[in-house]
């Protein structure tokens, strides 16, 4: 296999020279937001612009972001866009909470996703892993498989272990089918969102949510309800599994638990949240893989020498697969973008910000500019390892977001993905389908567009 990646930067929409005009930047913004950013955007420290949602700042600068998403971060907050997208029924849960109401449940769940309790779900991530393994492995000689169906279908099976790890009960397969029409639609983004269409005017796609979203809702709240019963009358042998915390839990500085509405809004936001982003986090790696004879080779080593051993800790030693990973996250990061409104003025990067601002930080452009990384186009997984890591500043690199808003499920997923790469890189060759070349195409997640059809060979070793 050739080191192609050695030469050459993995596909991504070169940036246009000049900004796009209002009616084709809709355009663009409805197919794939990837392809309307300008070159001004990975030189510049910030680019603000005039949009028809209003005035946008996107901010690059570092220093800048920090003050965002840190040390000014009262003054920013979720905006209305990011809200309203992702917010079909996870309204209520930690990702669209804002305010006390917000830092409640921060506290409260907390714990959930904690390093301790994350290295409790190896044993489940590597089961969820080994089944797929053991699925791909099933069929004969060398085969065709679409990559991004696999690892979608790896991270939900992932949840449902640790969210409910007693299964889903009798109706499973309606309330997989239903998790999956609902999550199919809320990854459309809606034009009318785009243009800033007010709420009362219904969008087609929520209509197709709705009977999706009951089936969904009732389903849990009848497992959230037996749960409840059986944590009752039997304590000590209720499942340690993400529901029961989560019935369990409470603000350690008020002792507040959390409502019935806002534990079932938690369980569809974790589902939302963590099933594509992690999917696409394991799609885009075992791609570059695919494309690094070096790298593949170091990572099989590796997984051969890892995967038998404790589970305890088992991430931790996946090192290289580790820093592959932290590369995929920095060239695709799943979540390419994150938003916020500015409540009063303000002062980025030596622009002005006024009451009223979009403020967008778009990983994919920090993660790719100019200022900020050596050959930024490049896949480098060295960049993540030793000293060199030590030099990367930690408002330039965000895939996870950062400040007290940042990503609650960074140690799961990275964990999660780091398990089910290793597990596939030890058992088979991946080779893209000769003539494909996946298109990062930006739908709520960075997804690789038209899939990612792979060719397995198992490993002889
Ligand atoms: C590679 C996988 C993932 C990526 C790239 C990712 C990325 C992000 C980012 C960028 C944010 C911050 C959004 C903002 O500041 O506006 C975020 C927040 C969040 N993520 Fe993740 N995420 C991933 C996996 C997960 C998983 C596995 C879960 C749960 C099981 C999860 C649950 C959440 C929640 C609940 C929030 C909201 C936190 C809050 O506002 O306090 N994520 N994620």
């Keep these: 296999m050739l080191d192609l990646i050695a030469e050459l930067s993995p596909p ?7 900004a796009l005009g209002p009616i084709s930047l809709l355009r663009v913004l409805a197919k794939n937001p990837l392809e309307a950013w300008t070159s001004s955007h990975f030189e510049k420290p910030i680019v603000i612009s005039g949009l028809s949602i209003g005035r946008v700042a996107v901010v690059n600068d570092p220093a800048a972001i ?27 849960g930690l990702l669209t909470a804002e305010g006390s109401n917000w830092r409640m449940q921060r506290r409260a769940l907390a714990p959930l996703f904690a390093r ?89 796609a929520r209509w197709k949510l709705r009977p ?34 989560l019935l369990e839990a409470a603000d350690p500085e008020t002792g507040a638990s959390l409502s019935e509405a806002e534990i079932r809004a938690n369980i569809l936001t974790f589902i ?22 070096e790298w593949s080779q170091r990572v099989q080593s590796e997984a ?12 931790d030693r996946l090192v290289l697969t580790r820093a592959v990973i932290d590369e995929t996250n920095r060239l695709y990061p799943p979540i390419t973008a994150v938003s916020r409104v500015a409540i009063g003025r303000d002062e980025l990067a030596g622009e002005l910000i006024k009451p009223g601002t979009m403020v967008v930080i778009a990983p994919y452009v920090v993660h790719r500019h100019r200022a900020l990384w050596a050959k930024p186009d490049k896949f480098e997984p060295n960049r993540f390892l030793g000293a060199a890591r030590e030099t990367i500043d930690r408002f330039a690199y965000l895939p996870f977001g950062v400040g007290p808003r940042i990503c609650i499920g ?6 999660e993905a780091s398990i089910v790469v290793a597990a596939i890189v030890r058992n088979f060759r991946l080779e893209m389908v ?24 198992r490993r002889s070793s």
């Design 12 to 18: 991504a929409p070169v940036p246009r020279a000049k």
């Design 116 to 204: 301790k309790t994350v290295m409790n779900f190896s044993a489940a991530m590597m089961d969820v892993a080994n089944g797929l393994v053991e699925r791909l492995g099933r069929r004969q000689g060398e085969v065709v498989v679409d990559i991004a169906v696999e690892a979608t279908r790896v991270t939900l099976e992932v949840l449902e272990r640790t969210i409910f790890s007693d299964g889903l009960g009798r109706a499973s397969e309606d309330i997989r089918l239903a998790m999956k029409s609902y999550f199919d639609t809320i990854g459309r983004i809606d034009p009318f969102d785009m243009l800033g269409v007010p709420d009362f005017i219904p969008r087609p």
């Design 212 to 245: 999706a979203l009951r089936v969904f809702e009732s389903a849990i709240d009848t497992i959230i309800s037996t749960r409840r019963a059986r944590i009752a009358s039997d304590p000590d042998n209720a499942p340690r599994d993400i529901l029961t915390f």
């Design 66 to 92: 920090r003050r965002v998403l840190f040390d000014n971060c009262e003054n920013y907050q979720k905006d209305w866009l990011q809200r309203r997208v992702l917010s079909a029924g996870l309204i209520g």
């Design 434 to 457: 000769s003539g494909c070349t996946p298109w990062p195409m930006q739908k709520v997640t960075l997804r690789p567009k038209d899939g990612l059809p792979m060719v397995l060979g």
């Design 272 to 293: 939302a949240a963590g099933h594509e982003t992690t999917a696409n986090c394991i799609s885009w790696t075992l791609y570059l893989l695919s494309q690094s004879a």
């Design 304 to 315: 051969d020498r890892e995967l038998g051993g404790p589970l305890d800790g088992l991430a």
């Design 410 to 415: 960074a140690t799961f997923a990275i964990q």
